[in-house]
């Protein structure tokens, strides 16, 4: 049975059509609920799997976790109440705690830095939703059989030849006003974000190349544009 973790907490009906005898199961956590409604579907229809759970956030996906057995999730990046990077974290401390949990794969858009902050912070897999959808399912069926679920497979190198690869178009923005010395105050104004979405964009930029600080954030771009 589906269980859906946006408030109020409620059952959902059974999954579309029979599952094998022992399926994979799965759970999803998504921002959108047209794209958890779109999984449902997809792998409602698929006897190979069991869906179990269905959350609108970070925060549920991880009460879920705690919650209910499940062998693969599948996650968004951008999510309110805990993205990705914050719900494989938190999985990192409960994994120390001795607990069984699922194997994660994330499922957003195209972004090289993304994908590598995943796999460094142990996530199974990663597919852009630019891929045809019947893709995910190969990717988690592989995912729950052991294996690792990467497409790019020169991460490495492309952010060596180019540091700021792995950068959103909006964050090579970002770090170029930052060059320029906008406090996050000025950023926000800037680019007509809140104070937080402006924090959360620069911690993803940090993030990504591997800087602990703006000063060092700034000094990469340097660097880059002496090269």
């Given at each position: 049975?589906?269980r859906t973790?946006?408030?109020?907490?409620?059952?959902?009906?059974?999954?579309?059509?029979?599952?094998?005898?022992?399926?994979?199961?799965?759970?999803?956590?998504?921002?959108?609920?047209?794209?958890?409604?779109?999984?449902?579907?997809?792998?409602?229809?698929?006897?190979?799997?069991?869906?179990v759970?269905?959350a609108?956030?970070g925060?549920?996906?991880?009460?879920?976790?705690?919650?209910?057995e499940?062998?693969?999730?599948?996650?968004?990046?951008?999510?309110?109440?805990?993205?990705?990077?914050?719900?494989?974290?938190?999985?990192?401390a409960?994994?120390?705690?001795?607990?069984?949990?699922?194997?994660?794969?994330?499922?957003?858009?195209?972004d090289?830095?993304v994908?590598?902050?995943?796999?460094?912070?142990?996530?199974?897999?990663?597919?852009?939703?630019?891929e045809?959808?019947?893709?995910?399912?190969?990717v988690?069926?592989?995912?729950?059989?052991?294996r690792?679920?990467?497409?790019?497979?020169?991460?490495?190198?492309?952010a060596a030849?180019?540091?700021?690869?792995?950068?959103t178009g909006?964050?090579?923005?970002?770090?170029?006003?930052?060059?320029e010395?906008?406090?996050?105050?000025?950023?926000?104004?800037?680019?007509?974000?809140?104070?937080?979405?402006?924090?959360?964009?620069?911690?993803?930029?940090?993030?990504?190349?591997g800087?602990?600080?703006?000063?060092?954030?700034?000094?990469?771009l340097?660097?880059?544009?002496?090269?």
């Amino acid at each position: 049975m589906t269980r859906t973790l946006s408030p109020p907490l409620t059952d959902l009906t059974p999954a579309l059509g029979g599952a094998e005898a022992n399926p994979i199961r799965i759970g999803f956590a998504d921002k959108n609920p047209l794209v958890l409604r779109g999984l449902q579907s997809l792998f409602g229809e698929d006897r190979r799997f069991e869906l179990v759970v269905s959350a609108s956030d970070g925060e549920r996906f991880l009460d879920a976790v705690t919650r209910f057995e499940f062998d693969v999730g599948i996650i968004g990046w951008v999510m309110v109440n805990g993205d990705g990077r914050a719900v494989l974290e938190a999985l990192k401390a409960l994994a120390l705690a001795g607990r069984a949990l699922p194997r994660i794969v994330v499922y957003t858009g195209a972004d090289l830095g993304v994908a590598r902050m995943a796999m460094r912070l142990g996530a199974a897999g990663f597919l852009s939703k630019s891929e045809p959808p019947e893709r995910l399912l190969d990717v988690v069926a592989e995912v729950a059989r052991g294996r690792m679920m990467f497409p790019f497979l020169d991460l490495g190198r492309a952010a060596a030849a180019d540091p700021l690869a792995c950068l959103t178009g909006r964050e090579r923005e970002l770090l170029e006003r930052l060059a320029e010395g906008l406090s996050n105050e000025g950023l926000a104004r800037c680019f007509g974000l809140s104070p937080n979405t402006v924090k959360f964009h620069l911690r993803n930029l940090y993030e990504k190349l591997g800087a602990a600080n703006r000063a060092q954030a700034v000094a990469v771009l340097l660097g880059r544009d002496r090269g």
